[in-house]
């Protein structure tokens, strides 16, 4: 049996709509039929082959089709799936497997384990008719919830809600106080926004140029600031923050969150920078004399999910969808995309 996918060929060349082989789901997997894959940043840097440490197993285990936001149907389980069963609706997130038995597992960090496979780095992605993913990772879709405003959820919205969820859970910073979303117009950003005033936080959305501003306003943030007075507004107005929530992919957006920390102030870490930018600049002193913190985020896991869902049901959150193309279209998208010119989300029908 064959699917059609799109395909890499070559690193940063046009993909290829292609048949290939239908994927077989093994013991505690499931096979999906795709019928939304959303469209993420992280899919340009892996398509260009820009990240050694995604390049390199996406080249050990022959993966060549991209994709970490699909939405489908289950059609088939492997030996000992329990937890779903065949017509169940389903998403297919970056995280696709981890062993539930590490230290790191067993604490409620499966993000870190060691065993961790990801969709399109260690497995085949969801631009294609067909993906497997461990039923111990799958979330179960509320049928409330529409395939194309699903899709991103999936990365986009899951990653956006634990970076802020961290927020409560690790820095323990109480609702009222206010912190910066860098990158708020993105596709990210945009889920943090609301995400963070539904969690009850003085949000400073921040980005660059008119239109994104205008439409982070629209988010309902408490302030939408232009990158370049960011600083100088929230020194003034609030002599700092309490939290820098960095999701642009870009240094000098990290280097800004870190100026705009109040004393034992927290900067959390999603947005991954080309290799080719160069490292953030810290000095030691800083850290201790100013008393920060820096704490990685690193997408979602189910028990997130069904948070995040019931954020979407409840109407607290809602994905900025601006694009939905076929899978034929996929190499218009990443150039669009790569352009800057998608604000919010794009989302393939497969």
Known sequence: MRMKAAVIKDWGKPLSIEEVPKPEPGPGEVLVRIRASGVC???????????????LPM???GVRILGHEGVGVVEEVGLGVTRVRKGDRVGVPWMNYWCGSCEYCL???????????????????????????HERTVPVIPKEIEDVEAAPLMCAGV????????????????????????GAAGGLGHYAVQI???????VIGIDIGEERIKFVERLGADYAID??????????????????????????????????LKTLGVLVAVGIPDVKE????LYPLTIIGMGFRILGSSVGVTHEFEELFNLVLNKKVKGHITRVADLSEINNVFQDL??????????LRI
């Open 159 to 182: 990653t956006a809600y634990g970076a802020i969820r961290k927020l409560i859970t690790e820095v323990k910073l109480p609702p009222g106080k206010p912190i910066a979303i860098i």
């Open 227 to 260: 990158v370049s007075n960011a600083e100088k507004f929230v020194k003034e107005k609030f002599g700092g923050v309490y939290a820098s929530v960095v999701f642009t992919p870009k240094i000098n957006g990290y280097e800004l969150g870190l100026r705009l």
């Open 107 to 133: 604490s409620g960090y499966p993000h870190w384990c060691p065993h961790a496979k990801y969709t399109s780095v260690h497995v085949n992605g969801t631009h294609a008719e067909y993906a497997v993913i």
């Open 338 to 347: 790569e352009k800057g010119r998608i604000v919010g989300r794009a989302v």
């Open 41 to 55: 940043h992280t899919d340009l840097h892996q398509w260009k082959g820009d990240w050694p440490a995604v390049k």
């Open 59 to 61: 080249e050990k285990h």
């Open 196 to 202: 963070a005033k539904a969690f009850g936080y003085v």
């Open 278 to 281: 160069g490292a953030l600049q």
